[in-house]
C-alpha cells in the first residue's frame, strides 16, 4: 500500500512538472488562436500564461507537499519494513536500519527524476500547446481551490522582489534577430519555400536601408525641361523608357513637376501635341537619410511612383521609382523585350567586370560577403564610390588597390565617374605566384 503511494505522489510530481514546462514554454499566439475557434481550455491555459506568479505559486505549492508526503512515507515507513528483510543476514543486523533507508531514498530519487521530472517536461516540450490545453483544467482549478495560500505566496515573493529592488519579469518582445532564425528553421523544416524565405530576408534588409542607398544618382537622372521641343522629349523618353520622368525650369534644381510618360502619349493623341503644363503632377521630395519602407509608404499614399532625392540643403541627389524598392525585395526583374548588359560579368579567368554603378549591397550579395571595411563610415553607396574613397582622388584608368579578399583595377571612367572596375579574387593572384 505504502508502494503503491509512493508511486502516485511520483506520478502526481510528474503532472506538476509537465504543466510548469508545458504552460510556460506555450506559445500565447497559438493558444490565443485555439481560443478564438472555441477551444476552452486552450483560454484557460493563456490566462494562466498570462499570470505565470500565480502558476508557479499552484505548482510549487502543489511539488512541495508531495515532495514532504513522499519524503515521510518513504523515510518512515518503506524503510522501517525493508531494514526487517536483512534479519535474516545477521552480520547485515547492525547496518539494518541505514542500509534500508540509503535503498528506498535511491530508488525514490530515481524514480523523481525519470517518471516525476524528465519524462513528464519532455513530453510537454514535444507539444506545449497541446499539453497546456489539455492540463490547464486541473491547474487552474487548483489555484482557485489554494487560494488563499497562493495569493500569500504570490503577495510574499512581490514583497521580496521590491526589498532586493528586482522589477517584475516582463516578457521580452520578440527580436528580429528570432525572427530571421524563425525565417531560416521554417524554410529548413519546409514550412517555408525557398523563395518565400528570401523574400522576408530581403525585406529585413530594405528595412533597414536608407533611400540613398537604391537612389539613381544625380549625374544619370534623364530629366525634361519645360521648354524642350516635341523632338527632344520624344528622343528621351523613346531613349530611356522610364514611366516618369522630372520636369525642370533650366536645371535639375529647379524641378517644377513630374510627369507620366502614358500621360503625354495619352495627351499626344487626342490633341496631337505635347503641353507639359497640362499633364503636369505634383513632385515627391524625400531626404536622403528616410528609411526605404517609408518611402514606399509614401509612393502608396501619393500614387506617384517616384521620388526625387534631396540633401539637407534641397539639392537633388538622386531619384528612386517604385520599381528600385520592389526589385529590392524580390530580386532583379528582367525586361523581356531586350537583353541588357549585366552589371556584373564573370570572365573566363576567374575575375569579374563589375559596372561602377553597383550598388555596396548587390555587391556583397553576388559574392556573398557580409562586410566591406569602411561602409558604414564612409559615405560611398557605389563600387565606384568605394574606389574614390580608397584612391583618395578621381581615379584614372589603371588605378588599383587590394582590399580582402580582392584587387580591384579601374578599367574604364566616364567622365569623373568610375565606369567600369576589374575585381580579381585574391586567391587566383597568390595561386599564379
Sequence with gaps: MEIFFILLLIVLNGIFAMAEIAIVTARKSRLQHKANEGDKNAKIALDLANNPIRLLSTI???ITSIGIFAG???GATIAESLSKQFDVFPFLDPYSDALALTIVVAVITYLTLVIGEIVPKRLALSNPEKVASFIAGPMNFLSNFSSPLVTLLSISTDWIM??????????APISEEEIRALIKEGARIGILKLAEKDILERIFKVADKKVNKLMTPRNDIVWIDIDDTFESIRNKIVSDTHSYYPVCRGSLDKVI???R??????DFLVEGKINLNNVLLK???VPESTDTLHVLEQFKKTGVHMALIVDEYGSIQGLVWLQDIL???VGEIPKAEKEEEKDIVKREDGSYLVDGLVTIDEFKDYFKIKKIPGEKSNNFHSIGGLVMTKV??????????EMEPFRFEVIDMDANRVDKVLVIPLSKIRKKH
Design 327 to 329: 526589385e529590392a525585395i
Design 162 to 171: 521590491k526589498l532586493l529592488r528586482i522589477k517584475s519579469l516582463k516578457e
Design 392 to 401: 583618395g582622388r578621381i581615379p584614372v584608368a589603371g588605378d588599383s588597390f
Design 261 to 266: 510618360t502614358e500621360d503625354i502619349l495619352s
Design 60 to 62: 510549487q505549492i502543489g
Design 72 to 74: 515521510v512515507f518513504g
Design 283 to 285: 513632385p515627391l521630395f
Design 257 to 259: 513637376g513630374l510627369i
